[in-house]
């Protein structure tokens, strides 16, 4: 059987460079010399203009994120193939394309959350023209599994 993984230096420098990229808006857009008021002691900055787009899962992994949490270590949720495993319990799983854009996630905010996910590929509606993909991956505990390439399976 074929292990569709990779730990090719090139997809991961294909991602690494990619990773900081954020296309800045031209200097004369309006939106751009704008400033905002934030909550905290009402203290008025400049805007820093970026098309980075948030998706859901961003907020899940974010909210079961170990800095924002009180939990022990732990072991980070495994990939074998298409099954993510966690002793702890799988709260979200994201693929990304190369440029580190989240095209699709699952989330389980269930109690408890599953331990073992066989990864439903025929789910996916959109996928990116990219020949490899990134499974990211947090338990309930706050653990990561990043840096997990793998061929596109469909």
């Not at 980075?52 to 974010?62: H, M, P």
């Not at 439903?120 to 990134?134: F, L, R």
């Not at 991956?137 to 990043?146: C, F, P, R, T, V």
Request: glycine content about 4%; charged content about 20%.
């Amino acid at each position: 059987s074929k292990n569709p993984q990779i730990t090719s230096f090139e997809a991961h420098n294909t991602f690494q460079k990619n990773k900081s990229q954020c296309s800045q808006l031209p200097a004369s857009s309006k939106i751009h010399s704008r400033s905002i008021s934030l909550d905290n002691n009402d203290t008025q900055v400049k805007e820093k203009i970026c098309r980075a787009v948030w998706a859901r899962s961003s907020a899940v992994l974010l909210s079961y994120h170990r800095w924002l949490n009180h939990v022990s270590d732990g072991q980070s949720p495994e990939l074998t193939g298409s099954v993510v495993t966690s002793s702890a319990g799988v709260r979200v799983v994201e693929l990304r394309d190369m440029q580190t854009m989240a095209f699709h996630h699952w989330e389980f905010l269930q109690c408890p959350p599953p331990s073992v996910l066989h990864l439903p590929w025929t789910k996916v509606q959109h996928w990116p023209p990219d020949s490899y993909i990134e499974v990211v991956a947090e338990d309930d505990h706050g653990n990561l599994m990043k840096g997990k390439f793998i061929s596109r399976p469909l």
